[in-house]
Nanobody, 127 residues
Framework: VQLVESGGGLVQAGGSPRLSCTAS????????MGWFRQAPGTGRLFVAA????????YYADSVKGRFTISRDNAQNTVFLQMNSVQFVETAVYYC?????????????????????WGQGTLVTVSS
């Protein structure tokens, strides 16, 4: 299994970067996908998640209303549209995958709930 993130880079505060994560080696539609981020000197935190069907999405309170997670199962890709990014959101953004389970709604925000991780893509927000 391989997850490859892209779309990171330098963006001005208030900008709208779009991250992508393309998966291979798994039956993509059967996997729930999450985005996490890790700022310098901090732990990895949950950002957003989406069920395999795309029917349910979940967000951290800090990004709700600004970020949108979506997926294209035909392309084995999950996206994170980020709007109005802030300086404090400078971080490495990781995508992660976990096989769909009925109780996913109870652990979507937990790192240990995911089986596969990408290498991350750095988003640097300039103030």
């Amino acid at each position: 299994v391989q997850l490859v993130e892209s779309g990171g880079g330098l963006v001005q505060a208030g900008g709208s970067p779009r991250l992508s994560c393309t998966a291979s080696g798994l039956d993509f539609s059967k996997y729930n996908m999450g985005w996490f981020r890790q700022a310098p000197g901090t732990g990895r935190l949950f950002v957003a998640a989406i069920r395999g069907s795309g029917g349910s999405t979940y967000y951290a309170d800090s990004v709700k209303g600004r970020f949108t997670i979506s997926r294209d199962n035909a392309q084995n890709t999950v996206f994170l549209q980020m709007n109005s990014v802030q300086f404090v959101e400078t971080a490495v953004y990781y995508c992660a995958a976990t096989l769909n389970r009925a109780d996913y709604g109870g652990y979507y925000y937990r790192q240990e709930g995911y089986d596969y991780w990408g290498q991350g893509t750095l988003v640097t927000v300039s103030s």
